[in-house]
């Protein structure tokens, strides 16, 4: 079975510093992962994903996640925080299995001025 | 493009009556579509999965006769909450693949649907 885990429940940053969320993953192949972000009251956006090929994955909004298959990772990073980045943020897995997908319980990001 | 939409946003109703919600793939066509629901603030549990023109394929401890599911076109999916109780009030989320696209296991999410049930 396929599962996340989120360790980080909420992280605080001040504006203009650099972010890292965890994510770990397990899944018994070559998983594809989503981070994506959520504001109150609204869906989710996918921010970057990963399937295949360069580990280092480009996102939108400046975000970037390193798949590391040694350490089941996908972490999401950012160098410079806005004060607009806040939110919910949720990393996902998913594969073939009729293209659903597990998602992590959210990191929620409080961005200081 | 890639847009979802979801129709109300917001929906209020009494406990026993039955509210519906469309989830509608605007500028793709979507063969999958999958309902969530998400309690304040936890993460999205998936209800089912919607195939269009079959039967929808409900997630373990989901009553299938209490959230009714039908995807009659590729662009529409509809999640009907028959009955409801003040305990199914929650925000529920669609989202669909684009069947079309190499990323096809990439899921569009829709704004989400609030319901409150009195």
């Known amino acids: 079975a396929q599962s996340v885990t989120q360790p980080d429940i909420h992280i605080t940053v001040s504006e203009g510093a650099s972010l890292e969320l965890r994510c770990n993953y397990s899944?018994?192949?070559?998983?594809?992962l989503f981070w994506y972000v959520q504001s109150p009251g609204q869906g989710l956006q996918l921010l970057l994903k990963y399937f295949s090929g360069d580990t280092l994955v480009q996102g939108i909004k400046g975000f970037e996640a390193e798949f590391k298959r040694s350490q089941s990772s996908f972490n999401l990073r950012k160098p410079s925080v806005h004060w607009s980045d806040a939110a919910e943020y949720f990393c996902?897995?998913?594969?073939?299995?009729?293209?659903?997908?597990?998602f992590g319980d959210g990191t929620t990001l409080t961005v200081k001025p | 493009g890639a847009v979802v939409s979801q129709h109300p946003s917001w929906v209020i109703c009494k406990s026993g009556t039955s509210v519906k919600i469309e989830c509608r793939s605007l500028?793709?066509?979507?063969?999958?579509m999958f309902w969530y629901r998400q309690f304040p603030k936890q993460s999205l549990m998936l209800m089912a999965t919607?195939?269009?023109?079959?039967?929808?394929?409900?997630e373990q401890g989901v009553e299938k006769d209490k959230f009714l599911i039908n995807h009659a076109s590729l662009t529409l999916s509809t999640l009907t909450v028959t009955s409801a109780h003040p305990e199914d009030s929650s925000f529920y989320i669609c989202s669909a693949r684009d069947s079309t696209s190499g990323w096809a296991e990439t899921q569009y999410f829709g704004p989400g649907t609030r319901l409150l049930v009195l």
């Open positions: 996902a897995v998913g594969g073939t299995n009729a293209g659903k997908s597990t």
């Open positions: 899944y018994g192949a070559t998983p594809y």
């Open positions: 919607s195939n269009e023109g079959s039967k929808a394929t409900y």
């Open positions: 500028d793709f066509q979507a063969t999958t």
